[in-house]
Nanobody, 128 residues
Framework: QVQLVESGGGLVEPGGSLRLSCAPS?????????MGWFRQAPGKGREGVSC????????YYADSVKGRFSISKDNEKNTIYLQINSPRPEDTALYFC????????????????????WGQGTQVTVSS
């Protein structure tokens, strides 16, 4: 059963912008300890892109996306977002939303092991 529903992926030109959305299908955001975005490019492993802790509001960004991507949440809409600005061809990947129903230590904030609930992914393709 799908726990998280992602949307907003698509084809975007380098230098453009795109916003991904993720909404839990069964719980409110405050059910979770944190949520995040991961991505997997063809032939590569899944990597943490950006994550947010709901206990202290801290955020994490992979070095490759710092200054270009921004994670946020809207409690009223029960949705988290990933704003992608100035995308590059190397950002092309299947992007997954993930949520942590149990607490995790700060150093594991954006590791796959910290998250139990996953979406099915939304494709982002950066190309001119």
């Amino acid at each position: 059963q799908v726990q998280l529903v992602e949307s907003g992926g698509g084809l975007v030109e380098p230098g453009g912008s795109l916003r991904l959305s993720c909404a839990p299908s069964r719980h409110a955001l405050d059910y979770y300890y944190g949520m995040g975005w991961f991505r997997q490019a063809p032939g590569k492993g899944r990597e943490g892109v950006s994550c947010i802790s709901f206990t202290d509001g801290s955020t994490y960004y992979a070095d490759s996306v710092k200054g270009r991507f921004s994670i946020s949440k809207d409690n009223e809409k029960n949705t988290i977002y990933l704003q992608i600005n100035s995308p590059r061809p190397e950002d092309t990947a299947l992007y997954f939303c993930a949520a942590a129903p149990t607490p995790f230590p700060p150093h594991a904030a954006c590791t796959i092991a910290a998250y139990d609930d996953w979406g099915q992914g939304t494709q982002v393709t950066v190309s001119s």
